[in-house]
């Protein structure tokens, strides 16, 4: 053999030590001498090509930094420009053009039968960005990711899916980068279709596979939830997973409200601005809290106020949408009710909660009517990315003089006022729905329950520590994420076995204990078979 054939065949062996924290250290240091968020996000996507651990390393042990370059706000960039950004393959686009072949193009995808969890988007609806066709890919990239970190999924069974279905957005279209195919959103019928044959292909290829889905249109949202939920493992994550996690903040939020107030949790009273599928799929979520209260689901539902672009949703507006009649209040006869301020005054709120995508949406004369009515209003400005939030944490603690109970979807720091420091919470589903894969995933969950989903939430809640309590968080800190989707996990699976769901009995006979520390055991670590190139 020549030395040119060896040099060609050979790949260059990198030296051990350069494996040590010294290197980790220069990977950050690259990283942060990145001047914006899109820059910071190719440097670390190229990473976990050229090395997936270290990635995970860096991910996990500097989760705060890294988590928001890898989802919101900057994977909204990163979807944005994601026509112009492309690289090299990173995930499995199935075509509008593949109908009929779908089972063939699933299959080429490398993990074959250990697919364990796939998030699926058809990038009709990107966090509050809209109809982003083909570029969504970064967002089942960016939510898989969190799995990974999150709760130890392995990644090699991990499937990033964007449906590439058409665009409707037309500077796509007319991009000659554009990524996609080049036409317009397929009809209802056309779609239906299209779905029923991509999850039985799926089911087909990937017998024990999670289907989260992502960031689809309102109304295909909870159409295509309804229509597989009761016969396939999947969840919706901006419907079931937001709601979770809004559910296990408020819970925390509320019995600080009601300790200050002096009142009962049963008296709350919320108002979400913005109905769309994470705005009422949030609200159903929360009806939960009053029922866990004692209440049935009616005198529950009376308990929540729903408010879209044409104000105060009520069951006597025409036209009104399918998903919006569940909450549609029929106990109010006046004029319609289209200022924000004036359905404050008339509901009473103690919590406002914020998923319009409608920046400054909370304004300071809604802000303050919401301090002048609570001791300590909870307010939730949810929309992501931090472009689109409601309001922003300082102004919210400024205009309540500090009493506000506030969560955001986008991260904010801690801030100072008055000589004293707040800490925000983060109303951030990555909470939530790793432990909530896990759990499924272990227990081999034929479906995703709404038991499941509650006792995750409810776990969640449970996770505070004694510090994070004492410092009025509604939140457990990010950093241990890891711990608290093992908690999660426990739970769902415990769920699961209750509603007779499970098909891995064998966790049945362990205790609560002894299946925490198989959960651990079942968590991916970075760095554990680290190979010696990069």
């Not at 949030?282 to 879209?308: H, M, N, P």
């Amino acid at each position: 053999m020549s030395l040119a054939t060896v040099s060609s065949t050979v790949a260059p062996q990198i030296p051990p030590y350069l494996f040590n924290t010294d290197h980790r250290q220069r990977c950050l240091a690259q990283l942060r001498s990145k001047t914006t968020g899109l820059e910071k996000y190719i440097y670390l996507n190229g990473l976990k090509e050229r090395d997936p651990s270290l990635f995970y390393e860096l991910a996990l042990a500097n989760m705060l930094e890294i988590i928001p370059i890898l989802y919101t706000p900057t994977v909204g960039d990163a979807c944005s420009n994601y026509s112009h950004i492309w690289r090299r393959p990173e995930g499995l686009y199935i075509s509008i053009e593949n109908k009929g072949h779908i089972r063939d193009v699933l299959r080429t995808w490398h993990v074959g039968d250990s697919a364990r969890i796939a998030v699926v988007t058809d990038g009709s609806r990107i966090l509050g960005l809209g109809d982003l066709g083909a570029n969504g890919l970064p967002i089942s990239i960016g939510k898989l990711d969190l799995y990974i970190a999150g709760a130890g999924i392995k990644p090699t069974t991990t499937v990033p899916i964007c449906l590439d279905l058409g665009t409707n957005t037309q500077k796509f279209l007319d991009d000659p980068l554009y990524i996609g195919v080049r036409r317009k959103r397929p009809d209802t019928e056309e779609m239906d279709a299209f779905m029923q044959e991509f999850i039985s292909a799926m089911e087909e290829v990937f017998p024990q596979l999670l289907v989260q889905f992502e960031d689809f249109s309102t109304d295909n949202a909870f159409r295509y939830l309804d229509l597989f939920r009761s016969k396939h493992r999947v969840f919706n994550d901006d419907i079931q997973g937001t709601g979770a996690v809004v559910l296990s903040g408020f819970i925390n939020a509320a019995k600080l409200s009601s300790q200050a107030a002096g009142t009962r949790l049963e008296d709350h009273r919320i108002l979400f601005f913005g109905a769309g599928s994470a705005g009422i799929g949030v609200a159903k979520q929360l009806v939960s809290f009053f029922t866990l209260l004692g209440l049935t689901e009616e005198d529950a539902k009376k308990k929540i106020y729903t408010v879209d672009s044409k104000g105060l949703i009520t069951a006597d507006r025409k036209g009104l949408q399918e998903h919006k009649i569940y909450f549609a209040r029929t106990d109010y006869n006046g004029p319609p009710l289209t200022r924000l301020t004036d359905i404050i005054k008339y509901v009473k709120p103690t919590a406002l909660l914020g998923l319009s995508t409608i920046r400054n949406a909370f304004s300071e004369e809604v802000v303050r009517l919401m301090a002048s009515l609570n001791k300590r209003p909870v307010i939730f400005p949810l929309s992501n990315p931090v472009s689109l939030c409601e309001v922003d944490y300082a102004d919210a603690v400024a205009w309540t003089n500090g009493s506000v109970v506030f969560a955001s979807g986008s991260p904010y720091k801690p801030i100072e006022f008055e000589g004293k420091k707040y800490e925000p919470g983060q109303g951030n589903n990555m909470y939530i729905f790793p432990g909530l894969g896990l759990g499924t995933i272990l227990s081999k969950a034929r479906h995703v329950t709404d038991s499941m989903v509650e006792q995750a939430s409810i776990a969640l809640s449970a996770s505070l520590t004694k510090e994070e309590k004492d410092a009025d968080l509604v939140y457990p800190r990010l950093t241990r994420i890891r711990d608290i989707s093992a908690e999660i996990a426990l739970a769902v699976v415990r769920a699961a076995q209750k509603d007779d769901v499970d098909e891995n009995t064998l966790f049945r006979s362990l205790s609560d204990n002894a299946l925490l520390e198989v959960i651990k055991s079942k968590q991916w670590q970075p760095g554990a078979h680290r190979s010696p190139r990069l």
